[in-house]
């Protein structure tokens, strides 16, 4: 809601190359757990990251996609007029084709009595999967519209943002509130 710092901090990067828009989450974690392993799961109800990504910029058509610290993956399309949950439409069967990833652990994860550190998720995305134009790569200058999250449960829920939407309880899918994400070589 914009009204602290995380006390679970997440690092966030980005870049970007002819084919792939990459996405980079470090997450401090001392407890690391996940449940879900299917494509689609709702890993929104657990400890998960996410990337809301609007390349259009008519902020009613956004691409969700997520993933949890065991590798599954959410990924949809969603389309949100007003930006609020009541006319809200989400495609779960849009899927990112190409999408890559990596997870590095730095814990010992669903060992919930041990001590963990970080983890770790590298994302290459690419620009033929969600880009809107007949050309889909960006060029030089090009800016898209997109927001970073996190959930964590544990110790107690914490609901992160690189760009906060100023709700309570925590919503993320509010799009008038996406950051600016801006290409430059």
């Known amino acids: 809601d914009g009204t602290g710092v995380p006390s679970r901090q997440t690092i966030v990067k980005s870049c970007w190359d002819a084919q792939y828009l990459y996405i980079y989450f470090n997450c401090i974690d001392p407890d690391i757990w996940g449940t879900m392993y299917k494509h689609d ?18 902020l009613a058509n956004y691409y969700e996609l997520e993933m949890n610290p065991l590798g599954a993956k959410f990924d949809a399309f969603v389309y949100n007029p007003t930006g609020n949950r009541e006319n809200m439409k989400v495609d779960r069967a849009w899927d990112c084709e190409g999408w890559m990833h990596y997870i590095s652990i730095d814990g010992s994860i669903n060992k919930r009595d041990m001590n963990d550190v970080r983890w770790i998720v590298k994302w290459g995305i690419p ?41 309570t309880p925590a919503d993320f899918h509010v799009p008038q509130y996406f950051g600016r994400l801006i290409f430059q070589k």
């Open 41 to 58: 799961d709702p890993l929104y109800d657990e400890e998960v990251v996410e990337a809301f990504i609007n390349p259009s910029g008519d």
């Open 127 to 167: 620009f033929s999967s969600i880009s809107d134009k007949a050309n889909p790569l960006p060029e030089d200058g090009d800016v898209w519209r997109i927001n970073f999250f996190r959930i964590d449960l544990t110790p107690f829920p914490e609901f992160s943002s690189w760009q906060p939407t100023f709700r």
